[in-house]
């Protein structure tokens, strides 16, 4: 099988296609580098592996690379953590929207005349961003008020977009919603605007990086945004590359949408008092204040995670502490290495 995956620089895309090829799959990366500049990944120069660097919104390229292709994974987007969603308003709604629009547009061609059988596109838990219904099953965006943020707003219209392109084209696709991914990757992206939290700049506004580079820079008492009792679910990028490798080629997902997260629910205030023990030990009394949160800080994002595990059989397995071992060593070396 051969997979076209746009956004293969992300934090994502990073995880998946590590999965995909590990699974044998050959793999076609896309990435204009906008985000990071050039990264270098561990399966570079790998026989199955061919990095594309071009436009994602350019869908004559896009129906040239899925000429041969019997999947499209689209995870190109503008993406970022909360300060991303004010600095941006504009940009994220109107460049995901030509993005989302390219990926359509070629994907229908490939399916009509190629031999491209589905497409997957990755969405978001923010399309939930105005839910009252927790934990939150999949179906609850149609029954919510819309997102407020235009990132979540933009995000739920791409699975209208799944939709649109099913009932009128016959494309098949899945839908699949990611919950706070937490992993190794991440850096400082080039269009990051400085904002400050107590005395630390914020690297990527994503709390767990976040919190790590501001206690291992000694920020005592440490800066959290908000009351530190908001809910979420943090998962690790391994186990949702597998979910989504999951959705890709499992028969049951065939026109559906599934929330990928950890069950494990966890307050902001829980994990910044693990990070500090992780780094500090006893040596230090774990000290906090709350600074005042942005607007889009939602309070509680909690997914039901009920469908994957019954129809995919997926569970994340992998437990924050164990994420938390791998993550600040890492954030720690790229401190050194003044990429955060």
Known sequence: MKILVTGAAGFIG???????????????????GSKYGRVEKSYDSHPLYTLVVGDAKDVDLLKELLADCDHFVVGAAMIGGITYFHTFAYDLLAENERITAAAFDAAIHAHRHAKLQKI???????????????????GAQRRSP???????????????????????????????????CVGTGERRARCDHEVLSGNIRLAMSHVVPDLVQKVLKGQDPLHLLGSGKQVRHYTYGGDLARGIRLCMHHPVALNEDFNLSTPVETTVLELAEMIWKK??????????????????????????????????????????????????????????LCQI
């Open 14 to 32: 990073g995880y998946l296609i590590e999965e995909l090829l590990g699974a044998g799959w050959s793999v076609v990366g896309l990435d204009n």
């Open 120 to 138: 997957t596109v990755l969405s978001s838990s923010m399309v939930f961003e105005s839910t009252s219904e927790y934990p939150t099953p999949e």
């Open 279 to 336: 780094i500090h030990g006893a040596a230090k009394p774990f000290r906090f204040v709350s600074e005042p949160p942005f607007a889009y800080d939602v309070q509680v994002r909690s997914p039901d995670v009920t469908k994957a595990e019954q129809l995919l059989g997926f569970r994340a397995e992998t437990s924050l502490s164990q994420i938390l071992d791998e993550v600040i060593p890492w954030v720690a070396e790229q401190i050194q």
């Open 146 to 180: 819309p997102p407020r943020s235009t990132y979540g707003f933009q995000k739920l219209a791409t699975e209208y977009f799944a939709q649109g392109a099913r009932e009128q084209y016959q494309l098949p696709y899945t839908i699949v919603r990611p919950f706070n």
